[in-house]
């Protein structure tokens, strides 16, 4: 199938959100996963969508559904591959699909090297300053409940960091 080449073809697209943790578990784990949703594109096409929107499916801790990502270059092993999404990805464009992916750029999980790095750097360097951290935290909430605000352990002594709220 012929996708468009107009640069402004999502104006009028069809895009299906596809949450790969509960859309479809092709290994029977109870997980959804990349394989599951490849085996189901046709299906999709069959609704008369463009596109397919998924949601993040990056290596992450999953402490917040994968927006929490500690690497933005593979896949969480509970979805599958690189393999996978090349396959995945292949399929659609051979059935017409684009793809888009939901891509978490302002914050990273604590279990990102960047953020790992900036714990042992030493305030005021170009490592600290891609998070925020603060001696005395505001009375900011979580919309998840409590604080959103954590203290994290240094070398230095602690220092409190904004949570991903």
Known sequence: MM??????????????QLHVKSFADSNGDGIGDLNGITDRLAALVSLGIDAIWL?????????????DVSDYCDVDPLFGSLADFDRLLARAHDLGLRVIIDLVPNHTSSGHPWFEEALTSAAGSPQRHRYL???????????????????VPEARGPANICATA
């Open 3 to 16: 996708r468009s080449a107009d640069p402004l073809w999502y104006k009028d697209a069809v895009f299906y």
């Open 133 to 151: 951290f603060r001696d005395e935290p505001t009375d900011w909430q979580s919309v998840f409940g409590g604080s959103a605000w954590t203290q």
């Open 55 to 67: 949601s993040p499916f990056y290596r992450s801790p999953q402490a917040d559904a994968g927006y």
